[in-house]
């Protein structure tokens, strides 16, 4: 039978969350209308400032429609004047002068919307930032709903995570995150909570919670990592594994024999539980009791 020592030692009872790395201050660049790309302007790893073209969409058709109400507007000013003439003279009504001027401010709005739509097949940036990431190559066909730069700022950085609605009542902002990456494996990185979402995601029943993180961190945008937000830490706690307890009990090793124990436990951690009233630093506990083992059982120690 497998036995094990009481010590004192950290425990940490933490919530676990799983994210991705992301600035602080990023926003994504989309299309207004569907297009095909007739030139990349900006590239990945490009400074950019707010309103800095990034993109143009092929807009020809759209600026030979401009070309054409251009004309028909000229056109139908110079006969909103002649016909405007006309009517103070008295040769022609002013219901057909309002007509005249009412096709007039038609076509001008019909203009308005054209160059403007022209204007959408330019792609600008939102923001002072970096470009971190571009999709989309000239001659293929962008859709809005397809994100084409991600622009935003190298540092600070963030952890956009997910916690268990289960969970999220013992999250508060400013508590540490111990953060652990498939890229930094055998590295405990740290992070400090920055900001819970108040409303949760009722289908995936967990609240959306930012972990800032410090400038110093290795960590780089769109990494996915593992949190363990640390809701409370015992630094000189009593602790034992968790395979020794067994319905609020353990069974302590008393000259030889197996004595049922009950105990009050604390923090839960991985792989160990403190344990607040029961035990003392020293005592020796049985790890995985059988079921058949009962209170004053002598026990045969594993070599």
Request: charged letters at 30%; glycine letters at 8%.
């Amino acid at each position: 039978m497998a036995t094990a020592t009481v010590t004192r030692g950290p425990a940490v009872e933490a919530v676990y969350a799983s994210g991705t790395v992301e600035p602080v201050s990023w926003a994504k660049v989309q299309p207004l209308g569907t297009g095909r790309i007739a030139s990349v302007e900006a590239r990945e790893g490009d400074e950019v400032k707010t309103g800095q073209i990034l993109m143009r969409l092929d807009d020809r058709e759209l600026r030979a429609l401009v070309a054409q109400l251009e004309a028909e507007l000229r056109f139908l000013r110079s006969e909103l004047e002649r016909v405007s003439e006309l009517a103070r003279r008295g040769v022609t009504t002013t219901q057909v002068e309002e007509r005249a001027r009412s096709q007039l401010d038609q076509t001008a709005a019909t203009l308005n919307a054209a160059r403007q739509r022209v204007e959408d097949h330019v792609l600008r940036s939102p923001m002072d930032g970096t470009v971190l990431r571009r999709d989309g190559e000239v001659g293929e066909t962008a859709r809005p709903e397809d994100v084409l730069f991600w622009i935003g700022r190298d540092s600070p950085l963030r952890i956009e995570a997910e916690v268990d609605e289960e969970d999220i009542p013992l999250v508060t902002v400013g508590q540490p995150a111990l953060i652990k990456a498939d890229a930094f494996s055998g590295r405990i990185l740290d992070g400090k909570v920055a900001d819970i979402t108040p409303k949760g995601d009722p289908v995936n029943k967990s609240y959306r919670v930012r972990i800032g993180l410090p400038p110093e961190t290795p960590l780089m945008i769109g990494m996915t990592v593992e949190s363990n937000i640390v809701v409370r830490r015992e630094d000189a706690a009593l602790l034992v594994p968790q395979g020794a307890l067994s319905g609020g009990h353990v069974f302590v090793l008393v000259e030889g024999r197996a004595v049922r124990r009950a105990v009050v436990m604390g923090v839960v951690g991985q792989g160990v539980v403190e344990i607040r009233d029961g035990l003392a630093e020293g005592d020796t506990v049985v790890i995985d009791p059988p079921a058949a083992l009962d209170d004053g059982s002598p026990v045969r120690l594993k070599q």
